[in-house]
């Protein structure tokens, strides 16, 4: 089994280093708060206490933070990564960041004798938890066929999707939550018809979910919705940054951004009204006070 590190222990990296540890890996933990860090040294992990030491004790390294901006401190910084890596390294960023960001890091990381994989990940808490989280992987399909069965222990095998080139995972996952904040805000807009039509959302999703309009968005957000629980699977203003990178994808692309652009502005008025720590799925919350239409 592999010597991994792991750096970023928040609501998915936790689960994802725990599920490492369960698959028989041996695990090395960095965060910058103590407490995560910790309870996975109870768990068996060993607790570093900078990047530079995990690139010194690890071939593989994960990475999971919050923005680019982080990724490239803990590789770049003054105690970051590269100052200790070994010829050989592979890092593995399962971040959402700008793909620019990720090709640059590669590019960096492979002038220091390392290889970068962009492969940021779907399935939130829920899927980290279960290790059943898809992988969007850019970069090498050399490097990530000998790390597969790293990534194995926390999604299945066969969402392990080599996509392409370096930043091509970037792209991909751009395109996972154009589609992921779209069909969020069609749901919404749904349950809200529902309710101002007298009509429980609730029979509305089940007859849905026997259709074609049937969707783990539904079967999943479509019920916190309508029940207001929005337990943080994912944050909403982690979402809020990743339709920024979407629609500057699109942007720079030269892809109209016509629905993308409307569900940002949804999601940053969630964040907006103070509920950025709530899940991304409160979005619907705006949807349901601008229609009158129940909710909190």
Not at 47 to 60: K, M, N, Q, T
Not at 102 to 121: C, H, I, K, Y
Not at 202 to 222: D, I, N
């Amino acid at each position: 089994m592999a010597h991994v590190g792991f750096i970023g222990l928040g609501l998915m990296g936790r689960p994802m280093a725990l599920n490492l540890l369960k698959h028989g890996h041996q695990v090395a933990v960095h965060s910058r708060s103590r407490g995560p860090v910790d309870a996975l040294a109870e768990a068996g992990a060993t607790a570093l206490s900078s990047p530079a030491e995990v690139a010194a004790a690890c071939r593989i390294i994960i990475t999971m933070l919050p923005d680019g901006p982080d990724v490239a401190l803990v590789l770049e910084g003054p105690q970051g990564l590269f100052t200790t890596l070994q010829p050989g390294t592979v890092i593995i960023d399962s971040s959402t960041i700008a793909p620019a960001m990720a090709r640059r890091l590669a590019e960096a990381t492979a002038s220091r004798g390392g290889q970068f994989l962009d492969a940021p990940v779907s399935g939130g808490e829920i899927g980290a938890i279960a290790g059943t989280l898809t992988f969007m992987v850019g970069g090498d399909a050399g490097t990530l066929a000998s790390v597969r069965p790293v990534l194995a222990a926390m999604g299945a095998p066969e969402k392990i999707v080599h996509v392409g080139a370096s930043g091509a995972g970037q792209i991909c996952k751009a395109c996972n939550q154009i589609v992921l904040g779209g069909t969020m805000t069609v749901v919404a807009e749904a349950i809200a018809l529902a309710r101002k039509n007298g009509v429980d959302p609730m029979k509305v999703r089940a007859a849905l979910m026997g259709g074609f309009a049937q969707s783990r968005v539904l079967e999943v957000h479509g019920e916190r919705m309508i029940t207001g629980n929005y337990k943080p699977g994912f944050k909403g203003k982690l979402f809020r940054k990743d339709l920024g990178i979407a629609v500057s994808s699109l942007n720079e692309a030269g892809v109209p951004a016509l629905a993308s652009a409307v569900v940002a502005q949804l999601v940053l008025a969630q964040v907006a009204q103070g509920r950025g720590d709530d899940d991304y799925s409160a979005m619907a919350e705006v949807v349901f006070r601008l229609a009158q239409a129940g909710g909190e």
